[in-house]
């Protein structure tokens, strides 16, 4: 009914950039806060960037200067630009939105199935 699919993953190697999409679809009045988080294997789920409906963004310190994150609200997409790359920035990458289905007032908290990142050294 709702369904948020990643996509843009890959192998690149350090200093490379990959950006990232996320396209929600579904049965969708409003979208509200999106985000992209990641984990690595090993480490726990890590907030790498988050947007609110009007455009404001905030970053983990880790990404800062680095990544960006942009969405169209129209196509109902959220993206992840991630510039010099690290090999610490391997990690399955998910997004996230907090959405409205039409015939509800409540907003729930849906997730993609992830997209790999590999950066080589």
């Known amino acids: 009914q709702v369904r948020l699919v990643e996509s843009g993953g890959g192998l690149v190697q350090a200093g490379g950039s990959l950006r990232l999409s996320c396209a929600a679809s579904g049965i969708i009045k409003t979208i509200n806060n999106m985000a992209w988080y990641r984990r690595a294997p090993g480490n726990q789920r890590e907030l790498v960037a988050t947007i609110t409906s009007g455009g404001s963004t905030n970053y983990a310190d880790s990404v800062t200067g680095r990544f960006t994150i942009s969405r169209d609200n129209a196509e109902k997409l959220v993206y992840l630009q991630m510039n010099s790359l690290k090999p610490e920035d391997t990690a399955v990458y998910y997004c996230?939105?907090?959405?409205?289905?039409?015939?509800?007032?409540?907003?729930?908290?849906?997730w993609g199935q992830g997209t790999q990142v590999t950066v080589s050294s």
């Open positions: 996230t939105a907090s959405i409205i289905r039409y015939g509800s007032n409540s907003a729930y908290d849906y």
